[in-house]
């Protein structure tokens, strides 16, 4: 909405006083939702997938320690965004070669967004059967797995128009932020028109605003319907921001925490789904 104003309203010279805006909240209940910024990791390593300190090993490897320790206490499935294929597939990489990959399957068995359109139906068919197998009652003693992990990109073909309701997404991790290409040359010059139109600052507030908008879609790919719960992990010190926290959905904001450590992040999550599964319990 802010962009909006900005570039459209505001540079007519419509007055603000004119601007009403209004925000509905989100059916599910307080308690159905968990939103947590993390700004560092387990080994307590400040959480910066920058594009100069993201392909750095150290922080590949944190990646690696935080989901390792979520999948622990997330059950069924758990969609983890990565802000492009190129990056998801560099850590895969290195996972595989430092052994964390192998350590992640263990808990969940890792399933990845294919880049071809084709493979897209297959995978997730995959990926919910097998989610179904390590929740069914009669199954879970054929499995070691408590769910699975789906590897997406944000704006890739799994972040629009697939829902990972109830079981296929009770955690949706994102890794980062997917700023765009400021190198590009259409980019550039559009910058350098808001910028001289609008003020100082305007482009980097346009290049904030398509960022979170892909952050947004992904992350309410969650939470279909009013009895669906789900949890939410943006990973980056960047998340810790109030400018970049305004630009998340109210129904998301008012549910966030902010944690500077790992350990109490990890343990809202345990309280969270220990009390889902309580819940659960009572109702039948």
Not at 142 to 152: D, E, F, K, R
Not at 207 to 223: F, H, L, P, T, Y
């Amino acid at each position: 909405v802010s962009e909006f104003k900005q570039q459209l309203l505001y540079s007519c010279s419509l007055s603000t006083g004119v601007i009403a805006e209004f925000s509905c909240g989100h059916i599910i209940p307080a308690d159905h939702l968990l939103a947590v910024a993390l700004t560092k990791g387990p080994s307590g390593v400040e959480l910066d997938f920058t594009y100069q300190s993201r392909d750095c090993k150290a922080m590949i490897s944190e990646v690696s320690r935080v989901l390792s320790n979520i999948c622990m206490v997330v059950p069924a499935g758990l969609v983890c965004f990565f802000p492009s294929y190129e990056y998801k597939e560099k850590v895969v990489k290195e996972w595989c070669q430092s052994g964390a990959f192998q350590k992640i399957d263990a808990k969940k068995k890792i399933f990845s967004e294919p880049k071809k359109a084709a493979q897209v139906e297959q995978t997730l068919g995959d990926y919910g059967k097998f989610i179904k197998i390590t929740q069914s009652s009669q199954d879970k003693t054929s499995t070691s797995h408590n769910g699975a992990i789906l590897l997406c990109v944000v704006g890739g073909k799994m972040s629009e128009g697939i829902n990972f309701s109830d079981d296929l997404g009770r955690c949706v991790v994102v890794v980062g932020l997917p700023f765009p290409n400021i190198q590009s040359p259409e980019l550039k010059e559009y910058i350098s028109y808001l910028d001289a139109t609008l003020g100082h600052k305007a482009g980097q507030q346009h290049c904030e605003n398509v960022c979170m908008k892909a952050v947004n879609q992904s992350i309410g790919r969650a939470i279909r319907h009013i009895n669906d719960y789900s949890t939410i992990v943006l990973l980056d010190k960047r998340y810790g921001r109030t400018s970049v926290q305004t630009k998340l959905p109210e129904w998301i904001r008012s549910r966030l925490q902010t944690h500077t450590q790992f350990g109490p992040a990890f343990a809202a999550l345990r309280k969270f789904f220990v009390g889902r599964s309580l819940r659960r319990k009572d109702e039948s």
